[in-house]
């Protein structure tokens, strides 16, 4: 579908703009709380610039989102495959907007406070609550697919840690007996290309599974409840890594700040090992088709570069309010998503 056609259906299909409207709303909220995760290190240790780092990041999401989707898109399909929104296409389009709704007001209140949520899960959770009120019932959720959500959430925590740990502590015993500052000029260049390599890979996690949703919600305005395959336009990858770019330079100072300065007081050989060790994980999770949280395997992995060089270094009160935010994600934004879902069902139908 090219641009000028999505545009011509716009216009005489009123629903399909609002869905547009929604999703691309969540997209630029994924921008405010997730991106950021991608350049918080680099830009905490001061190794670029934050307007930078933004313009960078919005490049590598775009690559992200064209390498990964054009090579394999099992988590786009991972993502649809999760729930049953029904054969009426158009109930299941008012649910699939309703979820979009719940989202960003999810995850909205938890930029303001400066939280960095997981649009990951929400997004999980949100299109699961909207799937389980259209059909009154759990038949909505796929089993098997949530289980590789559960898969997903060990592999962005214990994996991230454990070789965020393990990466910090090769690095220390490779450049033990180095000049400290030649070192340091090391690390800052090379935190730069590691930042450059998890803004690709959140676009191929993240960029990824909401390029799926807003496809789903074309192919539902167009009297269609589902799709076997789909492929993504070029116009679509540039647009969406562009809208992201623009939610993290509206809002992402408060997330960089959480994930990269409060939480550990980084150094830039540690900021270097924790995007090396986010983006290994995030590659391994893309390529077998894993849906997981770039927020989660990002800040896991700042945990265990800090727990490396001794466990007081990390500020465990930051990290609690993280833990619960991201428990608090799945049954908050479910319920929330089916709320919103019984709502527009009642007013739209």
């Given at each position: 579908m090219s641009i000028v056609e999505f545009i011509n259906q716009m216009v005489t299909n009123p629903m399909l703009l609002v869905s547009s409207i929604l999703i691309l709303g969540v997209i630029l909220v994924n921008g405010w709380t997730d991106a950021p995760n991608a350049i918080a290190t680099c830009v905490s240790t001061r190794a670029i610039s934050v307007r930078k780092a933004i313009i960078m990041a919005a490049i590598f999401n775009f690559l992200g989102v064209f390498v990964m989707t054009s090579l394999n898109a099992?988590?786009?399909?991972?993502?649809?495959?999760?729930?049953?929104?029904?054969?009426?296409?158009?109930?299941?389009?008012?649910?699939?907007?309703?979820?979009?709704?719940?989202?960003?007001?999810?995850?909205?209140?938890?930029?303001?406070?400066?939280?960095?949520?997981?649009?990951?899960?929400?997004?999980?959770?949100?299109?699961?609550?909207?799937?389980?009120?259209?059909?009154?019932?759990?038949?909505?959720?796929?089993?098997?697919?949530?289980?590789?959500?559960?898969?997903?959430i060990l592999l962005s925590t214990i994996l991230g840690f454990a070789v965020g740990f393990v990466c910090s502590k090769i690095l220390v015993f490779l450049f033990r007996g180095q000049n400290r500052m030649k070192s340091e000029r090391f690390f800052s260049g090379a935190q730069v290309g590691g930042a450059a390599a998890m803004a690709f890979m959140h676009g191929a996690q993240d960029g990824q599974k909401f390029i799926a949703i807003f496809l789903l919600g074309a192919a539902m305005a167009n009297g269609q409840a589902g799709a076997e395959q789909f492929a993504?336009?070029?116009?679509?990858?540039?647009?969406?890594?562009?809208?992201?770019?623009?939610?993290?330079?509206?809002?992402?100072?408060?997330?960089?700040?959480?994930?990269?300065?409060?939480?550990?007081?980084?150094?830039?050989?540690?900021?270097?090992?924790?995007?090396?060790?986010?983006?290994?994980?995030?590659?391994?999770?893309?390529?077998?088709?894993?849906?997981?949280?770039?927020?989660?395997?990002?800040?896991?992995?700042?945990?265990?570069?800090?727990?490396?060089?001794?466990?007081?270094?990390?500020?465990w009160s930051v990290v609690k309010e993280l833990v619960l935010t991201w428990v608090f994600t799945f049954p908050g934004c479910g319920l929330l998503g089916y709320g919103m879902a019984k709502l527009f069902l009642l007013i739209f139908t």
């Amino acid at each position: 579908m090219s641009i000028v056609e999505f545009i011509n259906q716009m216009v005489t299909n009123p629903m399909l703009l609002v869905s547009s409207i929604l999703i691309l709303g969540v997209i630029l909220v994924n921008g405010w709380t997730d991106a950021p995760n991608a350049i918080a290190t680099c830009v905490s240790t001061r190794a670029i610039s934050v307007r930078k780092a933004i313009i960078m990041a919005a490049i590598f999401n775009f690559l992200g989102v064209f390498v990964m989707t054009s090579l394999n898109a099992s988590v786009a399909f991972t993502i649809y495959n999760m729930v049953d929104f029904g054969g009426d296409s158009r109930l299941a389009l008012i649910a699939l907007c309703a979820a979009m709704a719940a989202i960003v007001i999810w995850a909205t209140a938890a930029w303001y406070f400066g939280i960095p949520t997981s649009e990951s899960h929400a997004l999980i959770a949100g299109i699961s609550g909207a799937a389980v009120a259209i059909q009154n019932s759990f038949d909505g959720i796929n089993g098997a697919e949530w289980i590789k959500v559960l898969y997903g959430i060990l592999l962005s925590t214990i994996l991230g840690f454990a070789v965020g740990f393990v990466c910090s502590k090769i690095l220390v015993f490779l450049f033990r007996g180095q000049n400290r500052m030649k070192s340091e000029r090391f690390f800052s260049g090379a935190q730069v290309g590691g930042a450059a390599a998890m803004a690709f890979m959140h676009g191929a996690q993240d960029g990824q599974k909401f390029i799926a949703i807003f496809l789903l919600g074309a192919a539902m305005a167009n009297g269609q409840a589902g799709a076997e395959q789909f492929a993504v336009p070029v116009w679509l990858m540039i647009l969406c890594s562009a809208v992201m770019g623009l939610g993290t330079s509206i809002g992402g100072y408060r997330i960089i700040k959480s994930v990269g300065m409060d939480m550990v007081k980084l150094k830039p050989y540690q900021g270097f090992a924790a995007d090396l060790s986010a983006t290994l994980c995030l590659l391994l999770s893309s390529v077998t088709g894993i849906p997981v949280s770039t927020t989660h395997t990002k800040t896991t992995a700042i945990m265990g570069v800090g727990a490396a060089r001794r466990m007081s270094n990390v500020n465990w009160s930051v990290v609690k309010e993280l833990v619960l935010t991201w428990v608090f994600t799945f049954p908050g934004c479910g319920l929330l998503g089916y709320g919103m879902a019984k709502l527009f069902l009642l007013i739209f139908t």
